[in-house]
Structures are given as structure tokens and as C-alpha cells.
């Protein structure tokens, strides 16, 4: 028999995947499924069982937790990276991993295809398959959700037909759960005007009362959360459990997708988006002027290579070399305030703090200069100004 490995989610797409190419293509199915956070022990089994239900010869769970922290995600935060100005990247940054975890399997078994479920309208088909053919050209690759152009609808009822049991009503959403959020997609997200509704979304509202957190940052990595100390991968967790409980971190991306069309998704990413902000805030502090514009434009330059799936180009570990350098003093506390569906930051405290009193209070009192010192300042600043203006005047 022919081996493949599909890259399993237990979701619609990946067990239409499963269960068609062990019963009507008759390969031997070896399904994966990439942890890159969200998922307890108890899913794992769940997914497994499942697979090895629907056909699949073997199923295996690979951790990538630590490794999806490593090489991608501590980087969107010293980036302070969100797409258009909204989108943590939380699906983009986790396909190229799995991607990367999935091909090196393949290649270990000996497997000759790899399959994933990815729709012929979407950015995962580029990000799965630049990666398998950088990586292991020699790999075919299967995609039957995309060559047969199926619907959700028909997925479905191919499930159905063939006694395969899923939770149906979920299944009309696409969720995409992981350590730097969750996306969703739905019918509502296909359309412009469509809000996604509360049930769509995996965290609900529990806490009302406001709550204040302390974060605690060390050289750009989040290492500790109200005082309490843990690996970066681990804090993410922590936080997005407590925040998870204020139904934050909910909204809707709309941008331009790798083959040129506009998409829209929806998505929940509390830990991701108070992490990134309470981390800018720090940034803001500590910080120079210059550091602070130039690492606009090269994390922008990083997040848009990772979304379209350019990670492999040796250009990302030379970004990835500037923002970790960027990150020196990067060290502090961040204060947030947690509300329901919202948040705000209170401020932060910081030994790197260059907001110094020794040099004055703005608005209030300098200390390092003289009123004339600013008044000669002021007069050489405006020369180019005066010497515009005076050729203007003349012609």
C-alpha cells in the first residue's frame, strides 16, 4: 500500500482526508497532528482515537509547544506583530511549524505523500506546501479537499454516508486552536457585513469583576505572570487562561491573503494581544527614539514573510537577529487591567525606565539645560524651515 501522512486536526477537513484516501484511494493513512498549544491530553486521545476510527493505520502527536515559542513566537512579540494592525498571525505562525514537523515525519517513516486538508482559496496550501517542497521535494502531495473542490456541506454528508461521527454542529466552523490564539471561520466570515456569534468563539464570559495582572518581562520574554515565574510558553498559557475568562481578545481580521483575494476570519487571542501590547508599552519606555522606528519596519518585514510562508529564506534569521538584539533592555513590569471583553494597561516599572528624573519631567522641569541651550537649539532646528519659506518668498 501507498503511505501517507496527513496532517490530522480531527477536524472536517482532515478526517474527509482520512477517511477518503484510506477507502477510496486505498493508501495507508499515518495521521499527525502538530501540538502547538490549546489542546489538553485528553483532546490528544480524543483526535487519535478518532483517526484510527475513521482508517488511519497509525496516529501520532508530536509537541511542538517549545519549538513553535523558539522560533516563532518570541519574535512576533519582540515585533510587537499583528497584521493590519489587528491579527496576532496566531494560524499563520503555527502552520509553519506543524509544516516543518510534518515533513521531517514523513521523511523518518518513509512515507512517499503528504496530505492536508487545505482548501484551493485559502494561505495554509501555500504555507504547507512551499515548506514540503523546500524541505523534501521528493514528497508528493495530496489535497482532496482542494482538487475536488468540496464544500463544507459535502464533506459532511461523505462523512455521514460512511458512518463517521463528528460533533456536526461545530463542524460548521473552522476552528484553529493554538498557544497564540484561536481562529475561527464560519459562513458569517465568507460574507462582509456578518458578525460571528458568542457561541462561535471557544472562551465565554465568566469573570465581570476587574482585575489587575503584572507581567513580568526579562530581555523581551514574558517570564513571569503576577509575580510568579515559568518559561515564556508556559506564562502564554497562564495568562490566556485568566484573560480567556474576560471573553477578550475577540475581533475580525480583514486582509489580503497570499493568492491575491481578500479574507476575513475571525479570531480570539487574549494572551496574544496582551502580551504584545503590554510588551510595547515596555518598549516605549526603554526604548530610543530610532530603536523604536526602525523595528516598526523590520517586524512589519517579518510578519508579512511569515504570513505568506517565506520562513525558510535566510532573510527571516537575519530580522530575527536585529529584533532579538533590539531586546537588550527590554526588562521590567507591565500593569494590566483586565475588563470584560476588554483590557488596559496601567503602566509599567522598569530599572531601564528612561523616563529619568535626573534629566527633568516633561512638560514640568529640565535639568540638563538652560533656557537659553533650548532656545539655540530651537533656532538651528528651524534653519531649514526659514531657508525653505525664504527661496519660496523670493520666487
Known sequence: MKKVVIAYSGGLD????AKYLSKEENFEVHAVSVNTGGFSNEEIEKIGA????????????????SSFYQKVVKYLIFGNVLKNDTYPLSVSAERIVQAIEIVNYAKEIGAGYIAHGSTGAGNDQVRFDMIFQIIAPEIRIITPIRDKQLSRQEEIDYLKANGVELNWEKAKYSVNKGLWGTSVGGAETLTSEKPLPEEAYPSQLVETEPKQISLSFTKG???????EQDIPEKNIEKLESIAGKYAIGR?????????????RVGFEAAAALI???AHHLLEKHTLSKWQLQHKDYVANWYGTHLH???YLDPVMRDFEAFLQSSQEQVTGDVFVSLHPYRFSLDGIKSDFDLMNSGFGKYGEENKAWTADDAKGFIKILSNSGK????VKQEQ
Open 14 to 17: 482532515t478526517s474527509y482526508c
Open 50 to 65: 478518532n483517526a484510527q476510527k475513521i482508517g488511519a493505520a497509525t496516529y501520532k502527536n508530536i509537541d511542538a509547544v
Open 221 to 227: 520574554e514574558l517570564t513571569a505572570v503576577n509575580g
Open 251 to 263: 475581533d475580525i481580521h480583514v486582509g489580503d491573503t497570499i493568492i491575491g483575494i481578500k479574507g
Open 275 to 277: 502580551s504584545i501590547k
Open 308 to 310: 505568506e510562508g517565506q
Open 387 to 390: 531657508i525653505y519659506e525664504h
